[in-house]
């Protein structure tokens, strides 16, 4: 069993790190809030007084943070890659732009640490039940030495490439399920609107050259799948705001890139006005709104 | 058996009315194509002299035409509908705009004939193989009359709603395929460049929130899924000038049900472009083409 | 002095009317609106008492309509064309897409009669004080005949071309007029949020390469041109739904020519949802509530 | 007169050290490219060691770079922020992202340094002819100390709030610019493939609500508009490159902002695209071979 320091024991943290403590690992654990971190602490975890400490005398750290600066500032400068023990393995699972990735990757290994990046998805459920999919990069030994600790928070472990590529994976693929959202949104509202039952447009495109992940497990569309957040007031899940920073890093990804994405940067454009239209904090699902305004 | 009048028998039709003569059906065909018709008469059609002609002494007219312009032509004025011997029912398999459906549909009921519209997806292969989709609209007397035919010549019949209902969810449907497409490679192209392995994409995003049909069945970059038509030099399979065409259908839908597709609408301008650029009679898939152009 | 027949006279063509009033005119007059016709009658003009009424016995028809639709039903079958006198001029004012223009061209022309399509910009004020522009298509030798009369209603009278050309140019116009208030209304938005004066946003654009005749005429953000509607609560002005009436020509319009316009595609969704919305009846500038929604 | 420090001498800087020489400012000069350097130097500018040297013993200094790393790179860590005597402006006429402006700003003011943003419009002409526009961020005082050598270089001097502002203001610009290229293309190829004639639809739009600055002076389709770069071969002018370039500084800027920006995500997936093709070289009007590609 391994000794862990776990930063940013959140929404998505928390129960990854519980997880980890199921599993039989010593945890330390640090955040900013101290709700969350009390939380975890009654499940066995030892909190840890500073970022620094939570690095210190563990075999590996793992961060889970909301954005790039955020990683930025824990890693570097007088953060965790100066502050741990020689051979400590940093595993950072927050999704993160591409150039932050980098950025930390190359201080770590530059200070001899070994690390990955591996972000999730599968959303609080995924974690909570420990069936994430985990998009990782870096070294291949990194990656064999973190896999067992991953495989304790997740279902799918997989080696994406060299460092920062896990980002980048996670990245396109969820440019892609947020554009699939807004397609099928656009397709339903206006199947609808022309006559065509509900159910109908589901039970054919679901089974068509039109069908998507998202249609098949999450459809957009209040009832289909009674199971999904659509059918449930648009309780998340994951949260439309998420959905747009996502898209957000798709649209830097593409700079960085050099490539054109028309649908990435429309889907993108589409999401922040819904954002701002005050429903960040709804599931995905719920960009409907933006295509068919409800009448109140 | 029944007796068959088929107008347009060309790369869908043709393999169409071929499985309807394997069924034990007879039937006279009509295409402005001498050789296409020639083609099926060796199967064992009968010649007919007009689309009139096809009309005529028949149980059942099944038409498969390029545009509305030409259903209208075959039906409308001193067409079928005027040709037509009392009880005949009308299928029509074109994929065709949702006002000349209203128009056909209109015109048939008003002289007493049923009728259902029956646009099709599968393809040739599908059309060859006799397991097409058919998607119908039409009173659902003429459906459950239509039906033991479409099964002679499909694999799914699906009964859509009131007239002019097929074509809405075919449109619906290939709208969102054809948004799937270009998404699938707008993601893989960015994320290639940055220096992911194509495999590796596939590999995750087939598993994960940013899956679709198109992207395990259809591929659109050469290598991961063999059978597909970008891995077989983007021979079709179905022509980009047809995704176009089905996009254009679905920006004239969009217009009638007054509701918004921005991305409908970009993927539109993309295979407008992407056709004008020469591509038109290559498989969808060749989209790739617009966002990586090749070095050549 | 010229006797003429003008058939719809609302916002745009009773103010039209009555300029041809004040300028000597004989006018007959048509509305399915009894209160429209009950006031330019006020002015002089004589009560129709169908639309065949008003196309008998003048030397032209003026039409001025909501959409295709109503010209081919004014024009076609037993309207107009079938009820003139033989020599009677045609001139269609209404703004429509270019097939309904085509075919009212065409059946002018089959029965003998001379026609031109005369679409205005300038707006309800244009229309009051006699400053509108006529984009006209058509013979030379019937627009010839037209330009007098245009005179007493507009400034600026320009020969486009043949049948039809009128519209396109209109629609041309109308669709970069659309998009250069949804790209100002963008770059604004942007600006002020981090942290640049309106005023100053306007100064430096207005006099630099993003200028445009929006900006400086009718500046869809309010304060920096005072007479704007904009300025003035979004009272039209030109509608938002006129505006996405134009948009959606144009999009028809690229559908015919065969041409890509991505931001034109862009342009009428953004249109189509703030007319969703509720605004359809505010300036068209009132598009900046799609960007920046206001916090009540 | 001043004695100035001017670093980065390319086809933009060039002509604007000249320009500040012919005022009969001393210059100290210095460029990566030796031979940029020459040129400069026969006009009567000494040549510096390195960027550090540049900023000595001088009472102003002038950057004008590519990007904002350069600007970066050239200010930061050992830098002309620690090189320059005390008391020493920093005026820095690189087009960057807002980010990079920001953090150079506060690494000259930390140091106790008086310092402008004060990118520029009006391309290599305007460089070469004195007419540039000037768009201007930081404190009024140091605004007020740097007007005089700005009016040596440029024609408009326009101050446009603190530190950083005039790069927002020069990107709100520039992506309205951007838009205006691409929608006038838009129009005209639909327009002329409708069968209107260019010149036609030159003199309409340009007396019309669609007219903008691009199209009067800069008309991206050749002929109507002879000293344009389109009427040109499209030899810049303002490079393709640089407008990508300028339209993605403008999405950065939206993420930045938190408001969307359809239509300027719209026209740098284009531009990207057109980059791509191999026309960065161009004029930015040669955009319309996006739109409309030749038939070789």
């Given at each position: 069993?391994?000794?862990?320091?776990?930063?940013?024991?959140?929404?998505m943290?928390g129960?990854m790190?519980?997880n980890?403590?199921?599993?039989?690992?010593?945890?330390?654990?640090?955040?900013?809030?101290?709700?969350?971190?009390?939380?975890?602490?009654?499940?066995?975890?030892?909190?840890?007084?500073?970022?620094?400490d939570?690095?210190?005398?563990?075999?590996?750290?793992?961060?889970?943070?909301?954005?790039?600066?955020?990683?930025?500032?824990?890693?570097?400068n007088?953060?965790?890659?100066?502050?741990?023990?020689?051979?400590?393995?940093?595993?950072?699972?927050s999704?993160?732009?591409?150039?932050?990735?980098?950025?930390?990757?190359?201080?770590?290994?530059?200070?001899?640490?070994?690390?990955?990046?591996?972000?999730?998805?599968?959303?609080?459920?995924?974690?909570d039940?420990?069936?994430?999919?985990?998009?990782?990069?870096?070294?291949?030994?990194?990656?064999?030495?973190?896999?067992?600790?991953?495989?304790?928070?997740?279902?799918?472990?997989?080696?994406?490439?060299?460092p920062?590529?896990?980002?980048?994976?996670?990245?396109?693929?969820?440019?892609?399920?947020?554009?699939?959202n807004l397609?099928?949104?656009?397709?339903?509202?206006?199947?609808?609107?022309?006559?065509?039952?509900?159910?109908?447009?589901?039970?054919?495109?679901?089974?068509?050259?039109?069908?998507?992940?998202?249609?098949?497990?999450?459809?957009?569309?209040?009832?289909?799948?009674?199971?999904?957040?659509?059918?449930?007031?648009?309780?998340?899940?994951?949260?439309?705001?998420?959905?747009?920073?996502?898209?957000?890093?798709?649209?830097?990804?593409?700079?960085?890139?050099?490539?054109?994405?028309?649908?990435g940067?429309?889907?993108?454009?589409?999401?922040?006005?819904?954002?701002?239209?005050?429903?960040?904090?709804?599931?995905?699902?719920?960009?409907?709104?933006?295509?068919?305004?409800?009448?109140?």
């Amino acid at each position: 069993m391994a000794k862990i320091g776990f930063i940013g024991v959140g929404n998505m943290g928390g129960p990854m790190a519980r997880n980890l403590i199921t599993a039989g690992h010593n945890l330390k654990v640090f955040d900013l809030s101290e709700e969350a971190v009390n939380f975890i602490v009654q499940s066995g975890a030892e909190r840890a007084a500073s970022v620094q400490d939570a690095a210190k005398e563990v075999d590996i750290v793992v961060t889970m943070l909301p954005v790039g600066g955020n990683v930025r500032e824990v890693f570097l400068n007088d953060g965790i890659v100066a502050a741990a023990d020689p051979g400590t393995l940093f595993i950072d699972s927050s999704t993160i732009d591409v150039e932050s990735a980098a950025a930390v990757h190359e201080a770590a290994s530059a200070a001899g640490f070994e690390m990955i990046d591996a972000p999730v998805s599968g959303g609080t459920i995924g974690a909570d039940q420990a069936t994430l999919t985990f998009m990782c990069g870096g070294e291949k030994a990194a990656f064999d030495r973190a896999r067992p600790i991953l495989e304790d928070m997740g279902k799918n472990i997989v080696y994406c490439g060299g460092p920062g590529k896990g980002q980048i994976v996670k990245i396109c693929n969820n440019m892609v399920a947020g554009i699939a959202n807004l397609a099928t949104v656009e397709a339903f509202v206006m199947g609808e609107k022309l006559g065509v039952d509900r159910q109908v447009l589901f039970d054919v495109i679901s089974t068509s050259s039109g069908s998507t992940w998202i249609l098949e497990k999450a459809c957009p569309m209040p009832g289909p799948v009674p199971a999904s957040a659509a059918s449930n007031e648009f309780k998340p899940g994951f949260m439309a705001k998420l959905m747009l920073k996502d898209l957000r890093l798709s649209q830097a990804a593409s700079q960085m890139a050099g490539t054109p994405t028309p649908l990435g940067a429309t889907a993108t454009a589409a999401y922040q006005q819904h954002v701002n239209n005050g429903f960040g904090d709804l599931d995905q699902s719920s960009i409907v709104k933006l295509i068919e305004p409800s009448d109140e």
